[in-house]
């Protein structure tokens, strides 16, 4: 073996050299591409089984087990065919963030946009104290944790985000969530799975337990305004950051989207959010104020 290698080595030039290496980077690129695109998702566990099938099918093959290697194999066949039923959504979502990239100017703008009027909207309804469930559909496709609500496909615009959530007995979308999907108003008034965790604080209603539930299931992130307070929180990975103000809302969602470099109150969101999934969420509803004057302290 080692004579064999030795001796395709022998046979390659330096150009032979480079476009090996090139095409090793290119392959692990898109490999890595790949990972990233399906973290977080349904699909990543998918792909767990896919390996460990691969690997039995290589075992019955060193261990010569026939029926089993003959299973396998004919498993294996349509093994392409497998993975566009099975992960078509996330085929087609990626294939979408390939296409945006080209209209990449436009498309940071639509997103200023965007976060511009959610926090906005939020800023009113949380100072008129004003339930609300907002929720930013990342990698991992909502539909199949949700109850569809009304379909909506608009704009996103305060004034709607305001009109959707208003208390009123002829309005029977506001008790739902909205979601976010594509820069757009997908759905309003949609149910969202309640958080199973029996260690909440008891002042968490219902919008924190679906808001916590939705974001336990997927990378999703979820924006809620307490009726009862008036406060903001936002929850990602089945974690909660209570008592967020306006500034670190915006920088927070900015980062969903665009994820710059400096983001004082981002990275303090994202260490009150990051806390470890061990500790009580009794102890991670403090302001995310606090930490971000730590960190510019620090500075």
């Known amino acids: ?28 690129y898109l490999i890595y591409r790949v990972l990233l695109m399906i973290r977080g998702t349904r699909a990543a566990q998918m792909i767990v089984g896919l390996v460990i099938i691969g690997v039995a099918y290589l075992a019955s093959v060193r261990f010569e087990l026939g029926t089993l290697g003959w299973l396998l194999d004919n498993f294996l ?36 946009y965007l976060v ?3 926090v906005r909207a939020v800023e009113r309804m949380a100072r008129l104290r ?10 991992a496709s909502l539909d199949e944790f949700i109850q ?14 305001w009109s959707i959530f208003r208390v009123d007995a002829e309005n029977p979308v506001h008790d739902g969530a909205v979601i976010i999907r594509n820069l757009r108003i997908h759905q309003a008034g949609a149910l969202l799975p309640l958080s199973h965790d029996t260690d ?12 916590l539930g939705i974001t336990e299931e997927t990378d999703a992130v979820a924006v809620v305004v307490s009726e009862e307070r008036g406060s903001i929180a936002i929850c990602h990975l089945g974690q ?8 670190a809302l915006r920088a927070t969602l900015l980062d969903i989207f665009r994820k710059p470099r400096k983001g004082i109150v981002r990275d303090a969101v994202s260490r009150r959010l990051g806390k470890d999934k061990k500790k009580s969420r009794k102890k991670v509803g403090k302001s995310v104020m606090a930490a971000t004057a730590k960190v510019r302290g620090e500075r």
């Open 77 to 112: 066949k349509y093994f392409i065919i497998l993975i566009i039923v099975v992960f078509q959504d996330d085929i087609r979502r990626g294939l979408m963030r390939m296409g945006r990239r080209m209209f990449l100017a436009r498309r940071q703008r639509e997103e200023t």
């Open 148 to 161: 569809p609500g009304t379909e909506v496909d608009s704009r996103v615009s305060r004034e709607l985000l």
């Open 200 to 211: 909440l604080e008891r002042s968490m209603g219902t919008r924190h337990r679906a808001a």
């Open 240 to 247: 909660v950051a209570t008592n967020v103000d306006i500034d």
């Open 130 to 139: 004003t339930g609300a469930l907002i929720v930013f559909e990342r990698v």
């Open 1 to 28: 073996m080692t004579d064999l290698i030795q001796g395709i080595f022998s046979k390659l030039t330096t150009r032979g050299y480079v476009l090996g290496a090139l095409d090793v980077l290119i392959v692990a």
């Open 116 to 118: 511009e009027e959610v």
